[in-house]
């Protein structure tokens, strides 16, 4: 992290660390009073556009449309490492199931 800039990869990896439950007190001692809003900004970004990817539910289960959506933010943010996609792609079929 320099400055304002966030390392994304590490903060989605981070704050979904432990979900469905919350890993506030980690992150937040990370990223300090100034910069975790910021962090947590950035992350909320990238999960917002993860849940708005719509895979084909005709051809695609649960499991699959996890997958569909790792690839698309795999496309649309190179920058993010595998462990960060993958963790996307869990925060969306939690959510889905």
């Known amino acids: ?5 966030v390392d994304v990869s590490e903060a989605v990896t981070l704050y979904l660390k432990k979900y469905p439950g919350k890993n506030d007190t980690e992150f937040d001692s990370i990223y300090g ?6 962090a947590r900004a950035h992350v909320r970004k990238i999960l917002d556009e ?10 695609l289960d649960l499991n699959g ?3 569909y959506v790792e690839s698309v933010m795999r496309v649309r943010h190179p920058e ?3 462990k960060a996609l993958v963790a996307i792609g869990n925060y969306y079929t939690y959510l889905m199931r």
Do not use: I, R
């Open 80 to 82: 993010l490492s595998d």
């Open 33 to 38: 009073p100034a910069m975790a809003p910021v």
């Open 65 to 67: 449309a996890g997958d």
């Open 1 to 5: 992290m320099v400055n304002d800039e």
């Open 50 to 59: 993860a849940m708005h990817v719509e895979p084909d539910w005709e051809k």
